[in-house]
Structure formats: structure tokens, C-alpha cells
């Protein structure tokens, strides 16, 4: 016989029947007395023999797409650039133009953000070893806080060590077992995450389908406490939420509001304060989550909300007490981000001139970009295989942009995502769109 490596003891503790059909194996006990005498099970027990024993990590060796794609030459993950992130990158030795980041104010190597980088170094050290809520709460974060509170017009707000991080600290801590959360289909992954964690039921809707949302909402537990929760800009598709009609519906039903404006904050709004500043709802938004590794150019997120909700946040959330708290340098190059982004509204206004080029050069050129209304503006191929191979040609032709494949995208609706910057040239945007004919061409797109 077999080593025995494995036992599946059959009774519950609670139930020490036998089990329905009892298996009597012959066999060494001996492994298995300390468990039989603690819960005083029968020693009637059914083993696994070693040949049929589960790995945990057998998945691991069956996941090969990745392996494949790298053989074929078609993988376009992790790809290291050896400069920093701006307009144009440099891979592999061979220079790039860039429209493939989230630098949407292109601030990643503003000398003044630098500057605040490195004194804050100076000042405070490389890092905070520790949570907000023990040792890591710098006079930094606090005066961080009340500028992006000032900046957004709200009561307060709450740094997190990342955007995602953000959303989990927030939603899993302002929903709980008896309240309801409808999220779009196409929310972001650390949504989809902090709604999970909550423990609240989750009731998703057809992504920004109003009808679906009020006809949900219309036949939910009227007692229990409800959350709306969305994407401002989807990061994929690069459309707007209806937040006009979000906010009536929830006001029709008492529901709660939350935005996720990762991709809207210093991009929408007269003054940069995202999707509810640009439809004029502020006041109808609860929550409103950001963060600092797009437009900010740099790493961390925040959310604002009225004084007493965000106290709660930064008394309970776990994302947030038990995680280290972001570094000097990231939180001083956040407020000279934020100093930049007030006092110089003709970037955004640059950003917006260029998106508006290229949003036009793409439909004049007859590529499918998917109802685009912001700076990131997808092109969509179709297929999986046809999309790597167009992400390859584009990179080899000196384009870097991002393949996004099926599940980030609906089986067949595989895309490739571009997205635009204030600081690129009429040069950089005219040579991608040359790119991106030539390439459509050639593969019959356009
Ligand atoms: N929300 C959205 C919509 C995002 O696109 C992202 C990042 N791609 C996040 C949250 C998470 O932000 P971070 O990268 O700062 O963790």
C-alpha cells in the first residue's frame, strides 16, 4: 500500500455519525490519533492515496498562454523601459513615443515636483515605517490632506498607500452585511475587490444602463442601507458614466453615491475636479476616490466625503490601518502636483486640444474607438491573437500602447488602448497616427 500522505475525515466534529457509505481501509492510524481523540471522531476515515493527492500548485504549472505568447514573440507584458515615464520611452535601446501611461498632465518629470521630491527626502527621510493610524502620520500627509480637501471643495480627506488600496479600505469598510452595493459590470478591479470584501450584498447592473440600475434598485430591500458605486472614466472603453441619471435615480430610492475618479481628477471639470465638477453634481456625489498615479504622477489615493463619513473611514478601514503610510517624497510631490494643476489650467487645456486631434484623426481614419469621450481613447481589433499582432507592429514601429484582451474586454471586443498627454507634440501625435494607418491598412481594419 501506498505511504498514506492524506486523510479526509468525513464526520463534522458536531455530527460524529459515520459516514453515509463508510469505507474501512486498512491502514497506519497512527498519523491520525491526535485528530480522532480531539474531536472524538470514530476512527472511520477514507484516505486519498498519494497518486490522487491534489497539488495546490498544479495550476501553476498548467498556466502556459503567457509561456506561449513569449515563444511566439507576441507577449507584451511587463516590458521594462529603461527611461523615465514621459512622452517618449526608451525599450530594449530604441526609443518609443508613449501612448500607453496614465501621465495625462505629463508631470512625471516636472522639475518642480522633483524638487519637492527630493527636499522632502532631505527633510524627512526615505520612508515612514508605518501605519497612518500608529507612527506614520507626517505633518506631510496632514497638510496633504487638507489640500486635496481645499482642491476637490469637500469637508475632508483620506490618503490611502494606493488607489487600490483606497477602494478597498473605503468600500469595505462604509458597507456591511446588511447593505446593498450596485456596481456598474465594468467597475475596476479593486471595486469589484472592496465590494467583495465588504460582505454586502453586491447587485451589479449592465455597465451604465440606467433602466437595469432603477429597475434593481426598485425591487431591493427598501430597509437596507444602499451604495451606488462607479467608474467616472472607464479605464478600458474611456467613456463617461451617466452620472447625471445616476444621481437621479439614487435620489429617488435614498441611495449613497460613490465616484471612482481615478481617470477624471485634473482631466474633467473647470478646475480639474472630475466628473462631478464637469456635469455639475458635486453636491450629489458622497464619495468621490482618486488617486495619485495618473494625473499626480505619482503613487497613493485619497477619498473626500463629508467630515464624519471619512472619520469613520480612517477609524476602520484595514487597507488603511494596517498598511504602511506613502512615502515623504510621494506626498510632497503630490502637493506640488496640486499646486501645478491650480495654477496652470492651460494644461489641461493642452491635454484636452490633443485628445480632441487624435479622437478625430482615429474616426477620420475609420477605427472603431469605441464611444471614446476622454483621454483614453481604445481601438478596437476584435480578436486576441489579432490584437497582440497589432500591439507587436505597433511597438516595432516605435508606438508603445497597451493590448487589453478578453476578460479586461468582452470575448471578441479585444482593443488596444492609447491615451493621451498634455506634454505630447503635434509631431509625437501625428507619427502615431501615420503608424496606426499603415498598420489598419495593412491588417484590414481600416
Ligand atoms: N480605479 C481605477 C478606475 C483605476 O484605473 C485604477 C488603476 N488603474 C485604480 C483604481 C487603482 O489605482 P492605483 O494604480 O493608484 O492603485
Not at 527626502?121 to 489640500?147: P, V
Not at 479600505?169 to 467597475?187: E, M, P, S, Y
Not at 427598501?222 to 458614466?241: H, P, R, T
Request: hydrophobic residues 40%; charged residues 25%; glycine residues 8%.
Amino acid at each position: 500500500m501506498d505511504p498514506l500522505r492524506r486523510i479526509v475525515i468525513i464526520c463534522s466534529p458536531e455530527r460524529l455519525q459515520p459516514f453515509e457509505n463508510p469505507v474501512t481501509f486498512w491502514l497506519d492510524l497512527k498519523p491520525c490519533i491526535p485528530y480522532i481523540s480531539r474531536f472524538q471522531i470514530k476512527p472511520n476515515v477514507k484516505y486519498l492515496e498519494s497518486d490522487t493527492l491534489a497539488d495546490l500548485f498544479d495550476k501553476c504549472t498548467k498556466f502556459t498562454r503567457a509561456r506561449e505568447l513569449q515563444a511566439q514573440g507576441w507577449y507584451p507584458y511587463f516590458k521594462a523601459i529603461q527611461s523615465g515615464a514621459d512622452c517618449e520611452v526608451e525599450i530594449d535601446g530604441k526609443k518609443l513615443v508613449m501612448v500607453g501611461s496614465n501621465n495625462y498632465l505629463g508631470l512625471t518629470q516636472d522639475p518642480r515636483i522633483k524638487k519637492a521630491a527630493q527636499d522632502a527626502i532631505e527633510d524627512f527621510g526615505s520612508g515612514c515605517t508605518g501605519s497612518r493610524f500608529l507612527n506614520g502620520t507626517l505633518s506631510l500627509h496632514e497638510r496633504l490632506e487638507e489640500r486635496l480637501a481645499e482642491f476637490m471643495n469637500a469637508e475632508a480627506a483620506l490618503v490611502f498607500s494606493t488607489g487600490f488600496q483606497t477602494n478597498l479600505g473605503t468600500l469595505a469598510t462604509i458597507a456591511g452585511k446588511d447593505d446593498i452595493i450596485f456596481a456598474d459590470r465594468n467597475n475596476h478591479a479593486s471595486i469589484v475587490d472592496g465590494n467583495r470584501l465588504s460582505f454586502a450584498r453586491i447587485v451589479k447592473f449592465k455597465h451604465n444602463n440606467m433602466r437595469d440600475l432603477e429597475r434593481l434598485l426598485a425591487a431591493s430591500k427598501q430597509d437596507a442601507g444602499k451604495l451606488i458605486v462607479v467608474d467616472g472614466v472607464f479605464s478600458m472603453e474611456g467613456n463617461l458614466i451617466d452620472l447625471p441619471n445616476i444621481v437621479k435615480v439614487a435620489r429617488k430610492f435614498g441611495t449613497r453615491v460613490m465616484v471612482d475618479d481615478a481617470h477624471s481628477v485634473g482631466v474633467f471639470g473647470a478646475n480639474g475636479r472630475g466628473t462631478a465638477e464637469h456635469f455639475g453634481l458635486e453636491d450629489e456625489v458622497d464619495l468621490t476616490m482618486g488617486t495619485f498615479s495618473k494625473s499626480f504622477a505619482s503613487l497613493g489615493g485619497f477619498i473626500t466625503g463629508s467630515e464624519n463619513v471619512i472619520h469613520y473611514i480612517k477609524h476602520h478601514a484595514r487597507a488603511l490601518i494596517f498598511s504602511a503610510s506613502i512615502p515623504p517624497a510621494n506626498a510632497a510631490s503630490v502637493i506640488a502636483a496640486l499646486d501645478i494643476i491650480e495654477k496652470e489650467p492651460e494644461r489641461r487645456e493642452k491635454l484636452w486640444r490633443n485628445v480632441r486631434k487624435m479622437k478625430k484623426g482615429f474616426d477620420e481614419l475609420g477605427f472603431d474607438t469605441c464611444g471614446s469621450q476622454s483621454p483614453v481613447i481604445p481601438i478596437v481589433i476584435g480578436e486576441d491573437t489579432d490584437t497582440f499582432v497589432f500591439w507587436k507592429k505597433l511597438f516595432e514601429s516605435g508606438v508603445f500602447a497597451n493590448p487589453a484582451v478578453a476578460p479586461a474586454v468582452p470575448t471578441g471586443s479585444a482593443l488596444i488602448r492609447t491615451s493621451y498627454m498634455a506634454t505630447h507634440t503635434d509631431q509625437e501625435l501625428d507619427f502615431v497616427l501615420g503608424v496606426f494607418e499603415k498598420l489598419g491598412k495593412e491588417l484590414g481594419l481600416i
